[in-house]
């Protein structure tokens, strides 16, 4: 096998070549590196940290014993806010300048004990807090199918990463979208799991109640495998979800017989012609399929965004408070500790984290807290029974992801609320706690990714992976340009 | 117009645990700085708190002790304010779904036990230490020791029941008594492993309402309880009393100096921005673990005080010393099993004691030397007066040496026990003789004087006389003369 186009496999075939001894782990966590890489990070700057040595040192781990590992020798992404041993962990912010985490994250260990190696931290919203990947301390990404549009985020490095090529898997985190907007942007999967069944534990908290780690891939097949990988409860973290992750290993079952919930009043309006467009391809495909079309209503978004943003800003408030300049991390100024800290606060947090900091602190403080901290968490019950009582009547729902395919760089960052409103679809699947998953569907007449969102009931990712795969197999996958081939490494029609 | 004083205490608990609160750091004092910490107690990135089973059982045990109610759920919450010895800048507690509501501790003032009234108990995480400030050339420097950062605590609020310091005294050391009693702490305030702050506010005797108050923070010891109390009071009444008003604050009481120093004004008042710890699920208390801590929990202090009255006879003082130390009580038990309750109950609260006192040793040391049935031996023939107290108080000490049982070491030690009544009585006609004027006063019915008379006759002895036997040959020749005396 020629090392030169292992990058395009899908990571089980990559492992699958690594166990069998076709390959080495280094030549397959090379692959992208020496491949795709070379041809895009320069322009679209998806990777924050990577270290050569570091992934010779991941490569040589799994040398000595790949049977038996899932992932024996992938290459896998790790965006910035999860922490790492052998590459720093910034949440790409001034603030965590030259961190190394001590520990592994559980779901990095747990990538780590599957044979997977950790090829580069990625580029991301400072601190998560953004939805185009614009607000890093490094600079923007941008997306790989047109260069003057956003990734999406905030964790567009790890989806545009998986996009370009540079890793057939990556982890991403999602607060209110952050996995999946970014893979419809770059036209790959995104899942985000049901709260608690991906650990937290090393996942430096944006809102803790909303956070879950996500995944990206190309292949379905290979999001099913990382899922089982990574999914299950973890004693570390007091939130993971008790008794094991459900089985995925079933996710080329087909969708024969299941019901999908049509909510089409929430793209009457406000949403792009062409997403609706994605929408319907995708629900004949899954028709196609044998899966039954259920027209129902949901409640507009609107009060759920509300929600949203009073309970993610009053948790980012507190989470983010311990970054004073103290123990770890930049520090600003000496002598005075509440001016180090002050001054540390000020000039290593960036813009939208410094307002999203203001905006919960307000909203927790005295007089105000039941008026909006109180109701907001009365919302989220209600999206919570929206949802429920949507999942009555289908087994998921599909819709949209965001309302607009990729936007232009600079477009909305001077607009934090039309930027807020990005995550107008995803958040809900936050609130309630269900997993979502972003599948790409063809592109636009402009040749941007288009994308539907699929929502299950809690513990629902083994039907979500199914429809996925049917929606995956029942349209040809659009090829991303430039200066190589990619339509190796996708998926061909059955 | 007279001014009543209105007190309410919060009190903290560091729980004996092996390790702390949220993370498996051992919870221990004495450390090489920063040497007990991990990812978790240090707020590092990422890291999550999960719940110490262990300290969850012992703030149950407490509160169940206390007559505490416990809701079926409990909520921990965060609390804000940045301050660089808490590593996340928040502290993870309990604020409006505590673990346990009301309750009650009984404490005895003036002699009279009465029972303090509580609001509430609740778990949190203790915070690390600051040392400041040291130099480090020409700049002062501050050091920062996170060893007790995450240590599990207890707080403990009373309502607004006390009216006089003495009786927040009391109370704390009726707290330090339970709680080890309970084996949840150690309770030592000089380690902070107990630690008091106070609300104390005045207003016009007769008045229902509260006047503003002032918080007291930084009183480490019961006497510094009192005493900071004491001071604040009196400032208080000054400035009322002349017509001023007092101002919200938070004041730290300088037990060195006797001194109060203005901590934080109302303006510097923090506002905490409490909300429910999203890291941690609801703590739910399920009925049958309740009932099963409840069910072993031990006797408590007063109950059992009550009992020893009630059941051995023993006067209120004299049982309420003994159940100051749970294994105190024990050893009485122990001796009380074998012996007249009374009698062991003087032996313990005085020789044991002593023996502990000048000694230097713990009462299980003490324990090991001499077990409670050995005693017993001895205070059983002290009871049956068939030991002088002189030649009883030196066997104690040779028990305390030696092994065997108390025959046994008086023998070893050669020690003669006079008991014969025929000798006694010419003794005793000796001391009649020599104190003819008393003895004529106890002819009299002056009969008190007896007990000096028999004093007489042991000491005639050399402290061999059995305090028994004597008593009884006394009394017969007392009773010849009477009749002598009467013919």
């Not at chain 1, 806010?81 to 779901?107: E, F, I, K, Q």
């Not at chain 1, 994605?278 to 399929?289: I, K, P, S, T």
């Not at chain 1, 408070?321 to 000496?334: E, I, L, P, Q």
Request: aromatic share 6%.
């Amino acid at each position: 096998m020629s090392a030169g186009g292992l990058w395009r496999l899908p990571a089980r075939a990559l492992a699958e070549a690594v166990r069998s001894g076709r390959c080495t782990p280094l030549e397959a966590v090379s692959s992208g590196w020496e491949g795709p890489a070379a041809a895009w990070e320069r322009d679209v700057h998806a990777v924050a940290h990577a270290d050569p040595e570091a992934r010779a040192a991941g490569a040589a781990a799994v040398a000595g014993h790949p049977e038996g590992r899932p992932l024996a020798g992938v290459p896998v992404v790790v965006k910035d806010n999860l922490c790492t041993l052998d590459l720093p962990t910034t949440c790409c912010s001034r603030l965590l300048a030259g961190y190394h985490a001590p520990y592994d994250a559980t779901v990095v260990s747990r990538l780590r004990a599957a044979g997977a190696v950790v090829v580069a931290k990625s580029n991301m919203d400072e601190f998560a807090m953004g939805s185009s990947t614009e607000r890093s301390c490094y600079g923007p990404t941008r997306n790989p199918w047109d260069l003057e549009r956003v990734p999406g985020g905030s964790s567009g490095g790890s989806a545009a990463a998986v996009a370009y090529g540079l890793a057939p898997l990556a982890l991403g985190s999602d607060t209110g979208g952050s996995v999946r907007q970014p893979a419809a942007f770059c036209g790959v999967l995104g899942l985000k799991p049901t709260y608690g069944r991906m650990s937290r534990y090393g996942l430096v908290a944006f809102a803790s109640s909303l956070d879950q780690v996500g995944l990206f891939a190309r292949h379905v097949g290979d999001l099913a495998v990382a899922y089982a990988a990574l999914a299950g409860p973890d004693p570390r973290d007091a939130t993971s979800r008790p008794g094991p992750a459900p089985d995925v290993g079933g996710w080329d079952a087909g969708v024969e017989g299941l019901a999908f919930g049509w909510p089409a009043n929430l793209w009457r309006e406000g949403v792009d012609a062409e997403v609706v467009e994605g929408l319907e391809e995708a629900a004949a495909r899954l028709e196609r399929a044998g899966a039954r079309r259920v027209p129902l209503e949901m409640p507009s978004g609107e009060a759920a965004l509300a929600a949203y943003y009073l309970v993610a800003t009053a948790e980012a408030s507190s989470n983010l408070a311990r970054f004073d300049g103290v123990r770890y991390g930049a520090r600003a100024g000496d002598g005075d500790v509440r001016a180090l800290q002050a001054r540390t606060r000020s000039e290593g947090f960036g813009e939208e984290v410094q307002r999203r900091i203001l905006l919960g602190t307000y909203a927790l403080s005295k007089g105000y807290y039941d008026e909006y901290y109180l109701t907001a968490q009365r919302a989220r019950t209600r999206v919570r029974r929206e949802h429920e009582a949507a999942f009555a009547r289908c087994d998921f729902l599909l819709g949209p992801v965001a309302p607009t395919p990729p936007f232009r760089l600079g477009e909305k960052l001077e607009d934090p609320l039309a930027m807020y409103l990005s995550d107008l679809f995803t958040l809900g699947a936050n609130l309630a706690g269900i997993p979502g998953l972003s599948v790409p569907v063809g592109t636009t007449r402009a040749g941007l990714p288009r994308a539907a969102q699929l929502l299950g009931p809690d513990d629902a990712e083994p039907v979500l992976l199914r429809a996925a795969r049917a929606v995956e197999v029942g349209g040809e996958r659009a090829r991303l340009g430039r200066t190589h081939e990619t339509e190796a490494a996708w998926p061909s029609k059955r | 117009m007279a001014l009543e004083a209105v007190i309410g205490l919060e009190c903290h608990v560091q729980l004996r645990t092996r390790t702390k609160m949220f993370c498996g750091c051992r919870a221990a004092f004495g450390d090489e700085p920063n040497t007990a910490v991990c990812p978790v107690c240090l707020g590092l990135p990422g890291s999550l708190p999960r719940p110490n089973g262990a300290a969850v059982e012992a703030a149950l045990r407490l509160g169940l002790a206390l007559g505490c109610e416990v809701p079926a759920v409990s909520v921990f919450a965060r609390k804000h304010y940045f301050y660089p010895d808490m590593p996340k800048n928040y502290q993870i507690t309990q604020y409006d779904r505590p673990l346990c509501v009301g309750g009650a501790l009984p404490a005895e003032v003036g002699g009279e036990e009465r029972d303090f009234e509580l609001a509430r108990l609740h778990l949190e995480e203790d915070t690390g230490k600051s040392f400041h400030p040291e130099r480090r050339g020409d700049r002062p420097v501050s050091r920062l020791d996170y060893n007790r950062a995450g240590v599990p605590l207890v707080e403990i609020v009373t309502k607004p029941v006390f009216r006089d310091p003495a009786e927040c005294a009391a109370f704390l050391a009726a707290l330090r008594r339970l709680v080890r009693w309970l084996g949840v702490s150690d309770g030592d305030m000089e380690k902070g492993q107990l630690r008091c702050d106070a609300n104390v506010s005045l207003r016009p005797g007769g008045a229902t309402a509260l006047g503003v108050k002032t918080e007291l923070k930084n009183l480490n010891t019961i006497h510094g309880v009192e005493r900071g109390l004491r001071a604040e009071i009196g400032r208080q009444r000054a400035l009322l009393e002349e017509g001023g008003e007092v101002e919200p604050a938070t004041l730290l009481y300088d037990a060195g100096r006797g001194r109060l120093a203005v901590m934080r004004t109302k303006e510097e008042i923090h506002d905490y921005r409490y909300f429910p710890e999203p890291d941690l699920p609801a703590l739910a208390t399920g009925a049958a673990a309740l009932e099963r801590l409840r069910a072993a929990l031990p006797e408590l202090p007063w109950a059992r005080a009550a009992r020893l009255c009630a059941v051995h006879g023993l006067a209120a003082e004299d049982a309420r010393v003994l159940c100051e130390q749970r294994e105190l009580a024990d050893y009485y038990e122990a001796c009380a099993a074998g012996a007249d309750p009374r009698t062991a109950s003087h032996w313990v609260r005085t020789a044991v004691l002593a023996a502990l006192r000048e000694r230097g040793w713990t009462l299980e040391a003490l324990a090991g030397r001499l077990a409670p049935a050995r005693l017993a031996g001895l205070v059983a023939r002290v009871a049956a007066g068939t030991l002088p107290g002189p030649l009883a108080k030196r066997a104690f000490a040779w028990m305390l040496e030696e092994p065997g049982g108390v025959d046994e070491v008086l023998a070893r030690h050669g020690a003669r026990v006079l008991d014969d009544l025929a000798a006694l009585r010419a003794l005793a006609r000796e001391v009649l003789d020599e104190h003819a004027e008393v003895a004529a006063g106890v002819l009299a019915g002056r009969g008190r004087a007896v007990d000096f008379l028999l004093g007489q006759v042991v000491k005639r002895s050399g402290g061999q006389a059995a305090p028994g036997p004597a008593r009884a040959a006394l009394e017969a020749e007392l009773a010849r003369r009477a009749g002598r005396g009467g013919a």
